[in-house]
């Protein structure tokens, strides 16, 4: 059975660069449609058995309806194409408040053919499915959900993820109990698990949101785990995408495939990956399929030392020019708040010119500290007198500050109100 799993869509991500003048679409919106095209055309032309889609189509759950129409028209194309696609509902396609649709609850309501929207947990048999293949389907569960399953007992919340994750083992348990051994049992989840790691190499611990113990996902009755969640792409039971990558390979495959475009600078080092596999019972074959046509980002950053040509120090900290064509590009720059008048911004910003957006990120260093007076010490000073101290530090100017520390005035007023 030949599955295609992908997952974190997001694709109105449009937080950088322009419109496209034929499409009137910003052209960051049509980078995330191109990848997504290219899954889709992947799925159609190898006739692959089933997609699964891990969560997260859009950036919230309330998408322009130009954006749902071109996430529908790719759709369209899989269910015309009779491939059976799970869409599992993530934590930005749903709404907080339990009762309210989802972002992509016309799949559902429409009943659309070959399209199976996976928006509570359930298990969803060869029948259903029409192909030779069982999915468990773990959506996205909110917090609200989380204290409405407990019927609103007040209970701390360490207690309330160890009770659910009681529940979720449970769950999964007797699905897989009712599934067919002769069939290969998929799990498909939008949710942490624990040792994943996001980028920056920050793990997944135990915190403020449900996590799925590894031993859940590692089952060895699973054939394969599709997620979604976290946008750099792992496997937590085998090697990776990268070639380098010398993990023992280990069944069931758990995957992150990551999400289909670069997001933001936090994944500017990361490749974007859809994931193509074989599966049968007790063995799988997986293969990382790269999306080639991904937007680079670039981000450098220098510290000024010395006044000797300031802005030509700032363009050779960029890269050449063809790395930065086209890319997103952020140059961070620190300096003493006196290097100012030095910076030639226009030049900068002309000799960056080739690329699609470029950033220039100023953080001056503040080096005359504001002085207490003798026999003063912060215990004394109330907060709006500490904040007229950072105002002077921060030097910002007379008129900006004095609106500044009414503004707060009424803040602190407010809350104090408020706690009353």
Sequence with gaps: ???????????????????????????????????????????????VDLVIFAGDAYKDRTPAPTFQREWGRRLMRLSAAKIPTILLIGNHDISPSIGR?????????????????????????????????????????????????????????????AQIEDQLTTLIK???????????????????????????????MLGT??????????????????????????NLNGPGPDPRDTTV????????????????????????????????????DVEWRQLKQVRPFVETYIKLESTENVTGQLKAALPSARKIKDAIVKLTVDYPRDFEKLINE??????????????LVKRPQIENRVRLSEGQNIASLSPLELLDKYWQASHVNDAEAEVLQK????????????DD
């Design 209 to 234: 949101d449900l996590v799925l113990p590894g031993s859940l996902v590692k089952d060895t009755h699973l054939d394969y785990v599709a997620l979604g969640h976290i946008h750099k792409p792992q």
């Design 1 to 47: 059975m030949r599955l295609l799993h992908f997952a974190d869509a997001h694709i109105d991500m449009a937080n950088y660069g322009r419109h496209d003048s034929e499409s009137g679409l910003p052209f960051r919106v049509l980078d995330f449609l191109k990848s997504l095209d290219n899954i889709v055309d992947t799925a159609i032309d190898e006739k």
């Design 174 to 204: 007797g699905y897989l109990d009712a599934t067919d051994p002769k069939l290969p049992v998929i799990l498909t989840a939008h949710a942490s698990v624990q040792g994943a790691t996001f980028g920056g190499e920050r793990m997944v």
């Design 249 to 284: 390979y280990q069944h069931p495959p758990v995957i992150y495939p990551g999400s289909i475009e670069r997001v933001d600078f936090g994944e500017a080092h990361d490749d974007k990956f859809f994931i193509v596999a074989d599966v049968q019972p007790g063995h799988t």
């Design 346 to 359: 226009a030049e900068i910003r002309e000799f960056a010119a080739s690329a699609f957006e470029f950033h």
């Design 407 to 418: 503004l707060a005035e009424q803040v602190l007023s407010g809350q104090d109100a408020s």
């Design 101 to 161: 649709a989802h972002a992509l609850q016309e799949f559902d309501t429409l009943q659309v053919p070959y399209l199976h929207v996976i928006a509570k947990p359930q298990l969803l048999k060869a029948s259903e499915l029409g192909i030779p293949a069982q999915v468990i389907g773990l959506p996205w569960i909110s917090r609200s959900g989380l204290m409405a399953s407990l019927e609103g007992r007040q209970t701390p919340s360490s207690e309330i993820y």
